[in-house]
């Protein structure tokens, strides 16, 4: 197997692939592969295995791209950043948030990854249901933005919006922490909890979050906070809501046309 990544800001990965290698992703991620290649959708374990990848975020089916000769597949996020390739030895893990699988060879397991504390998980955001995949093999993950990676040292703790946590070895303790001070949470528009990451490990994150495009695409669209020339009119309320919903689904998550 061969790969390479292409591009700056709107990456792709092409995987060659040799005669019965395969990779797998998440639905609605492959951008082209050549007549070597054969698609075979499925659950990836049964109903539970696609019903639990979902409440991750995730898609409920997977597809695998199975090479019946000389294949050349390649696949691309849905929005801005960028993507890691990272090659896991045998039981090595990596936990991401759910938008952050892009595909990995059929040897990586993809699967829930539980945080221990609860209030991670009530006021962390994405933090109580995360995703984590397991080598061995090469699994490819993306991030929104640019990516910054650090290496925490034992005890060493890092506070950090929620939206900016991609992807963390699992030696890292993920919590939250409730911002210090009055006027810092009424006007500091950091929200009430920051996400703290305490080490040994590394983290990589992202300086992007999905939902701080999604929130600035829709202040400049009619009817947003951007705009000063509201009406009270249901039918351009409505009119409104679906332009809005249509833009960001088709950035966001949108089906593509064939």
């Known amino acids: 197997m061969h790969f390479e990544i292409n591009g700056s800001i709107m990456q792709t990965v092409a995987v060659d692939l040799a005669p019965g290698e395969v990779v797998y992703s998440q639905t609605n991620t492959m951008c082209w592969m050549n007549d070597a290649i054969k698609m075979d959708t499925h659950t990836g374990g049964g109903f539970f295995a696609g019903l639990k990848r979902s409440l991750t975020g995730g898609s409920f089916f997977v597809t695998d791209f199975i090479s019946n000769g000389n294949g050349h597949v390649a696949f691309a996020p849905r929005f801005p950043g960028t993507i890691v390739a990272r090659n896991l030895a045998a039981g090595e893990s990596l936990v991401c948030r759910k938008e952050t699988f892009l595909c990995a060879q059929k040897s990586v397991t993809l699967e829930l990854a539980w945080q221990k504390r609860l209030g991670a998980g009530f006021f962390g955001g994405d933090g109580f249901i995360l995703q984590k995949v397991t080598g061995p093999g090469v699994v490819w993950l993306d991030l929104s933005g640019e990516l910054i990676e650090k290496d925490l040292a034992p005890g060493e703790r890092l506070l950090v919006h929620a939206g900016h946590v991609g992807v963390f070895t699992p030696s890292v303790q993920?919590?939250?922490?409730?911002?210090k001070g009055f006027k810092n949470i009424l006007f500091g528009g950091e929200g009430l909890f920051l996400a703290t990451l305490?080490?040994?490990?590394?983290?990589?994150?992202?300086?992007m979050p999905i939902m701080n495009l999604a929130e600035e695409v829709a202040r400049y669209l009619p009817g947003g906070n951007g705009d000063s020339s509201g009406s009270s009119s249901n039918v351009v309320t409505s009119a409104t809501s679906g332009v809005v919903g249509g833009v960001l689904g088709s950035i966001f998550g949108g089906s593509r046309d064939d």
């Open 174 to 179: 993920f919590d939250i922490a409730m911002v």
């Open 198 to 207: 305490t080490g040994p490990g590394h983290i990589w994150l992202q300086s």
